[in-house]
Every structure is written in C-alpha cells, then in structure tokens.
C-alpha cells in the first residue's frame, strides 16, 4: 500500500527532513489562497514520517506554523489585539488551524 | 482483513467522510469565512485605505485628523464630493447599504425572515417610491450633479476598498451605491423625526378610555410656561375630535416598531452676543437619536472652491453637512413635532375602488415580491390611494371598516427640495442666505437654530406643515379622517409620488420663528403659544426645555456672559427636573412609610427609602444611588397606576402610559390612582426597592450604561458598557433601556474654539482604532475640537483620470 518512494524517504533523515519542511512550506503557501490548503499542509507534513504518531504530530506542528503565521499577519497589521477580542471567530480560526493539518495528516496512517 | 488493513480502512472512510462533510456541507461556508489566512473575515482586518485614487471630477486629497475626521480639499466642487464620497464609502459603507435596505423593505434578502414585517411595512408606505421622485426632481440640477458626484466616490470606495467585515461575516456582497439611495437615507431620517402614529394611538384610546379621559391623559398641548417662543399668551385650547374609525389594535401594536423610539428628540440654543463675553453669538445642538453603533452621524471637513469651507456632521449616505458652521455661520436641529401625517379610511366596492366625494376611484395597486434569505418569498400588495399609500396589517377582506387598513398622508411621501436646502446652507454666507436655504427645507419639520458671524441670531420652523380641510374650513389632523367623505383633505400643492409646491402648506411667515433673539431655546416642547395655524398634535414634556430656559435665564441675570464653557455646561446639566414635580408624592410616602414585601424583605443598606430622596438634589450622577432610586420608583409608580386600568379597558399591553408631566401633575385623586395616590407611590417605592436588590445595583452607574449594540448584535462589534450621567429627564439626554441620547454634541463659537463629540468613532471599521474611540470621552461629557484647520499630511490623493 505504501509507494516505494515514500518507504525509502522515511528511511533518509536528510531527505525526510527536507521533504517535511518542503511540505510545511508548501501547505502553509497554500493555505493563504484556500483553507484545503492547510488539510494538504497536513497530509504532506506527515506522509515522510516514520509513524502515525508523529505523523500526527507533524501535522499538529504545521497546524501551529499556520497559526504563527496568522497571528504574525494581523500582529504586523496592527489587528491582532482586536481579531482576538472577537472571541469565537477568533477562537473558530484558531482551533481551524490546528485542526484542519491535524486531520488532513490521518493520511499517514492510509498510505 | 488484518489489522492494518481495517486502520487504513476506517481512516481513508473517516478522512473522505471529513473532507466530503467540510466541501459540501454548510461547514464549507464556516470554513471560507474563518480559517486563519484564507478566510474571507481576515480580509477586513488588513484593510488599508488607498494612497491614492484616480477621479473623473479632478483632484483633491483627504487628511485625517486625530479622531479621524476627514478633511477633504479640492478647487472644483465636484471633485470634493467624490472625496467625501470615498470617505462615506470607505468608512461606513455597511452603515449606509443597511439603511438602505431597512426602507427599501430588502432586508430580509440578507438577514432572514426575522426583517420580513419590516420589509412589508417599508414596501407598502413605498419609501423607495418616494425617494425615486425625489431624485428626478433634482436630477440634472446644480444639487443633483453633486450628489452624482458623490454617488461615484462612494462606488469607487466600494471597488477600491476592501470589503467591510459585516459582509464578510454574513457572505453577501455590497451593491452598487445610487441616488436614490441618497434620498432614500434622506427620507429615512425624515420618517424617523416625523413618521409618528400618535394619531392612531389617541383614536384607539378614546374609544377604549373615552374622549375625556384620553384628553387628560394624552394633551395635545401640555399647560406649562415655557414654550419655545415665550409670549407669555399660555397655551391655545384643543379641539373635540370624531374618528372616522377606530384603529385595530393588532395593527396598532404592529405599526409602533416602525416609528421612533421615544428618547427621539434634541436641544439647542442660540444666544446672541449681547449675552457673550466676546460680543459673537453661540449655537449649542446636541440631537437625541437611536445611539448606534457605528454612530448615526459621520463627521467630516470639507473645503472647495470659495466659500466653501463646512465642518460638521452628515447622515453617511447624505454629501453634505446637517449641523454644523461653514465660514460664516454655525447652525442645528432639533425636532419641532409638527403633525405632518394624516390616516383616512375609505368606503370601498371590494373591486378595487374607492368613493373620493362625487368620484369612483381605483387603488393604484401593484405586487412586489420580499425575498427572504433562507426561506420563502412573501408576496406584498403595495396600493397608492389620492392621499398616499395604503398601509395594512393583515388585510382580513373587510377592508376600511376595522381600520386594519389605512391611507396614509405624509409630506415625506412627496418629491422634495431638502438636499438641495442643505446644500446651499454648506455654504450660505450668513443670515439672510441661511433664511433664503432653509425655506427650501421641505422635509422634515425641525427647529432651526442659526448664527453668524455678524452676530445675528435666528430660529425659525423649517418644512412643509399641511392645512387640512374639511368642507372647506381647516381642521387639526388629530383624527383618523373618512377619505372618502374628503375629509382632511390636504391643500392641491401635495402630491404624493410627484413634485409638490407650498400650496396648501403653512406659509413660511406664519410658522414659528424669531429673527435676532437675545436668546432663545428649543428641547422639543411646544413651539408657541398662540400660533396661527394648527402645527401639532403633541410635543415633549417640558422638562429640557424649561430646565435650560432656567439656566440661560439666570446667567442673563446676573453679572456673568454666557460662554462656551457655560453652554457646554448647560448641555451636561444633569438634573432632573422631575425630581421637584413629584418630590410632594415622595414626601407624603416618607410620611406613611414604605411597606415590606411579602417575605418580609429589608432594604439594602444602599437605601433607605424615601428618605434619601428627601435631601437629594435631584441630579443624576453615576456614583449615587439616589437617583437609580428615583428613577425606579417613577417606573414603578408609572406602572402602578396605569397598567392594570389599560388592561382591563382592552388596550395593547404595550400602550405607551401618559408621559412623566401629565403622571406629576394628575390631582392626588384622580381615578387612575384609585383616590389613593400616596398608597399606590408607597407600594411602588417598596417594589422599586426590591428590584433593585433583586438585581446587585449599588448606584445609578451599575444601572445606567451605555448599551449601544450593533445591528448584528455580536459582543465584539457592541461597544464597551460604560457607566453615564443622565436620564429621560435630563438635559444631559440619556435613556439606558432606548439607547437614545446625544447623538453630537456641539457647542460652536465665532472664536475658533468650537468643540463637538460623537458617541462611538467616526469610522464603522471594527478593526480600526477609531470605531470606538470617542466614547469613553463622551460618557465622560469631554469635547474636543472641532475647528476648521486641515491637518499636515495627506492620507489619500485624487487626481484626474477615469479609473
């Protein structure tokens, strides 16, 4: 069920870990244009991982770069006080980012 | 199947459940609003005002101040108002599209079927109708290209800006701005100080009450001293009234949530130089309107081709500026309460036609259809008759005969000249130019207190007040009227939908007015005392009015002018003149006691009523728990006496109860009271005290607090609940449960010093730190400046070209 090519990249730690920021990059990227952005960043984030878990937890750590840019977003803006003082579309946002790469890395344990 | 196999089996089905759920669900719309980066909410937290806009009309810039007011500079006219069009547009957008919708009846388009019996009543009085009107009458005018001018700044903005977060959160999209649109914000404002269903109120009334009963419970002229126009004449007689019917209850309770709140009303004086340190005249003009959030007033600088050079305060959705001073003068409004609305009912041949005297006529009838965002159409039959439109509950098939339909006249339903009035007053140069503007003000009828720099003084009646006809002879418009007995005809120069003339309305030089006073001021009581012709069918208590006559009188008095200070001052007054109408009764209560309640409840150690009241000064300042007192105790009191006796005569359980004046001046024992006043004020005393205990306040701040609320209503988009000064009573206007109060307040002088504020920002952005940023200063009554300097820097250049 696993392609070759990803056996032998969980194998490689250099070619793995590049392959993981190259994805985080990448998935981030996207998720400023669209929000399956940050499902895909989570899928591909946890795909070179040795383990479901830290497939999972890849993911989770994507999820939080998201989040750190999107905080760093409206702090550079000038907004950020005032999108957390919404409450819950702040709240809705963030647990969005965290959990949208948190699911979209269950991938991990299909392929 | 091994264990891997059934993981990846029920993974790869919970992941394609996931991803289907989010993609076709209602959870995709969540998802496009609020995911971090993408979502569409987030845009309007990085918005940016443009640097610089191409305009077809020339070039001009904005600067913006510290409270960011614009101040717009250009050398042509036109270009100036695109600007402050793109100002409107960029700054209170959503504000102005919502209004919009609220009198077009569309709001249900957008909100749902909570707005529909909105949407039908503003469909069938057909603002859109008469706002169309009105723009074809200035169309291609001099006014009218302006406010074309206008209309494209605001669309630029629209194009140019990113998107308000309002629409980003409800996932709709602005519609283009026009100007009819303009107009129709125009006659929003009109319908809210002039659109009244008292008349209905009062007929209902005396068929429930009886005529007497309801004649001392609902006066049409209240017998206090201080009119306006003080003569000293005392107040002319009403007169007996037949209705042609009686109002359906139903319909009554509907129509009251489409008039004005009942804090609607305004304060301002004008006080000459004999009376200042200076030798320059003052105006000071705080208007009470619904307090919103973002404010109903934009405030803006606007300086073009000489003279003009306006400063102060717009309707967004309207060019130019309402209160305010331009180069050679300072002027405001307040409400003058004149009756310019009448209700007729008809006989009818169920075919569609109606008896109007000797003739047959048809309705003028059309369907519309109101959309409903997430539920079905609802058809609206919208029906013209001679006199205007036709407004009705629920049509139950009789027709007129249960009143639950009526034909509504009203001087708002015509094409009027008001934005051309205004226009011309931005840039009027001093008294006599200010006359020759505000006769042209059609709609609505306001006080209209000016000075320049001259130092004349001026106040006089603006728009169109009708004189009503039966037979021939006049008559008051204090009943509902049979139409098709033609009575209470209106004069021939009304023409609902169409271009009117004053024929038929109150001469200009008959209305209310005074050329020069010393000084002279108006909180929406009665304007004379003898006037020549019938102008109201109510006023407001005298309470404002008298308490600032009180004030201005004893400066002028003694040996101290009158100065800005002092008039800022008056407009912070906070002492309740009810207190000394009703301090008999709170007396007489200390002398037979309070009663206990039935659990045997003490009071708080807060208060010991009513002895407390008996040495207060009557002011209501946060920090006291006298006047939360007071001000309960009057509910109570107000409650006690009318409510079970309205009930038990059939009428809503809404029914506004007779105003504080005509409750304080009732004899001790009047029937209302059931021959005990003291009893029913004592009983009422230990109910207000037990609610306030019930509650946790401690003073009139826990009580008293700003509540203004966004039409979305989300706790983030509300402003902060702040404790204030003030009551119904008060100069200093503020009613906690209405949310009406000074909507501006403003104190103009001819030394530079003029100073004003606004509850709230001057910009509807969320997210911009001027959304709320005057409103700590103005709980507090702090002012700033409001001169006509323009900042260093520029915020926005126009320059010519067609974008």
Known sequence: MTPEFLTELREDDSRRVAATNGAALLGVGLSLFHWSGLLLAGALVALPQRTIPRGIGAGFGVGVLAVVVFLGQLWFGGTLGLVLGMGQPAWLALALGLGLPTFGALVRGVV | ?803
């Open chain 2, 1 to 803: 199947m091994n264990e891997e196999t059934t993981r990846r089996a029920v993974l790869s089905a919970v992941l394609g459940a996931g991803v289907g759920g989010m993609a076709l669900t209602e959870a995709r719309s969540y998802l496009t609003r609020f995911a971090p980066n993408s979502g569409t909410v987030w845009g309007a937290a990085n918005r940016n005002a443009a640097g610089r806009v191409e305009s077809p009309y020339g070039a001009a810039t904005v600067s913006y101040d510290d409270d960011h007011v614009p101040h717009v500079e250009a050398d042509d006219e036109h270009a100036a108002y695109f600007a402050v069009g793109y100002c409107h547009g960029a700054d209170r957008f959503f504000q102005m599209d919502l209004y919009r919708r609220l009198m077009e009846g569309t709001l249900s388009a957008v909100v749902g079927d909570v707005a529909v019996d909105s949407d039908v009543f503003h469909r069938q009085l057909d603002f859109a109708g008469a706002a169309e009107a009105t723009w074809e009458r200035a169309e291609g005018t001099e006014t009218g290209d302006v406010v074309e001018a206008y209309v494209d700044g605001v669309n630029r903005a629209v194009e140019q800006e990113s998107t308000p977060l309002e629409y980003r959160l409800l996932s709709f999209e602005p519609r283009e701005w026009t100007p009819t649109a303009c107009l129709l914000i125009s006659k929003q404002i009109s319908w809210g100080l002039t659109g009244s269903f008292r008349t209905l109120r009062r007929a209902l009334a005396r068929d429930r009450l009886g005529s007497e009963a309801t004649g001392a419970l609902y006066p049409r002229i209240m017998g206090h001293d201080v009119p306006i126009i003080r003569d000293g004449g005392g107040p002319s007689a009403s007169t007996t009234r037949t209705d042609a019917a009686t109002p359906e209850p139903g319909m009554v309770s509907w129509l009251e949530s489409f008039e004005s709140d009942p804090g609607i009303g305004s304060n301002s004086w004008v006080v000459s130089g004999e009376q200042t340190a200076s030798g320059d005249p003052i105006v000071a003009n705080d208007p009470h309107l619904n307090l919103t959030v973002p404010p109903v007033w934009y405030e803006q600088h606007v300086v073009g081709p000489d003279p003009l050079d306006v400063r102060g305060v717009s309707f967004p959705g309207v060019p130019f500026v309402i209160i305010g001073q331009n180069h050679a003068g300072a002027w405001g409004f307040t409400n003058a309460g004149a009756d310019v609305i009448d209700f007729y009912t008809y006989e009818t041949a169920g075919d569609g036609s109606y008896r109007y005297g000797d003739e047959t006529r048809e309705f003028d009838t059309r369907t519309e259809t109101v959309e409903v965002s997430g539920g079905e159409d609802v058809e609206v039959t919208v029906k013209r008759s001679v006199h205007g439109s036709v407004l009705t509950q629920y049509p139950d098939g009789d027709e007129f005969e249960q009143a639950d339909e009526l034909g509504v006249a009203w001087t708002g339903l015509s094409a009027t000249r008001t934005v051309e009035a205004v226009h011309e007053l931005n840039v009027a140069g001093g008294m006599d130019e200010a006359e020759a503007a505000i006769r042209k003000f059609d709609e609505p009828t306001q006080n209209f207190v000016y000075a320049d720099a001259d130092g004349n003084t001026y106040y006089w009646v603006t728009g169109q007040i009708p004189i009503r006809t039966t037979d021939g002879e006049p008559v008051q418009g204090t009943r509902v009227f049979d139409g098709s007995a033609r009575e209470g005809d209106w004069g021939p120069g009304y023409t609902p939908f169409g271009e009117s003339s004053w024929e038929g309305f109150v001469p200009y030089e008959e209305k209310p007015g005074v050329r020069n006073p010393d000084y002279l001021a108006t909180a929406n009581q009665r304007l004379t005392d003898d006037p020549e012709q019938y102008l109201s069918e109510g006023y407001a208590p005298p309470f404002r009015g008298g308490r600032i006559y009180d004030r201005l009188d004893e400066r002028a008095t003694s040996d101290e002018p009158m100065d800005a200070a002092f008039c800022r001052d008056v407009q912070l007054d906070t002492l309740d003149p009810r207190y000394e109408l009703f301090l008999p009764i709170i007396e007489a209560v200390a002398e037979i006691g309070v009663p206990t309640t039935d659990d045997g409840r003490a009071s708080t150690d807060a208060f010991e009523p009513p002895e407390s009241l008996l040495d207060w000064d009557g002011e209501m300042r946060p920090g006291d728990p006298e006047p939360l007192l007071f001000e309960h105790w009057l509910r109570e009191f107000r409650s006690a006496t009318f409510d079970d006796a309205f009930a038990d005569a059939g009428l809503p359980e809404e029914f506004p109860t007779p105003n504080d004046w005509i409750l304080g001046t009732l004899p001790a024992d009047s029937r209302w009271f059931d021959g005990d006043r003291t009893t029913v004020a004592a009983e009422a005393m230990g109910a207000a005290r037990d609610r306030i205990a019930d509650e946790g306040w401690d003073d009139y701040g826990d009580w008293n607090r700003v509540r203004f609320t966004h039409p979305f209503d989300q706790p983030f988009l509300n402003y902060d609940r702040l404790r204030t000064s003030g009551s119904a009573g008060t100069v200093r206007n503020f009613h906690t449960e209405d949310s009406t109060g000074a909507s501006w307040r403003m104190v103009a002088t001819f030394d530079g010093d003029s100073r004003a504020i606004l509850p709230g920002g001057n910009s509807g952005d969320y997210f911009s730190t001027h959304y709320d940023d005057q409103l700590r200063a103005w709980a507090e009554g702090e002012y700033k400046s409001m001169d006509r300097t323009v900042p260093d820097g520029v915020d926005v250049t126009f320059e010519e070209g067609d974008g």
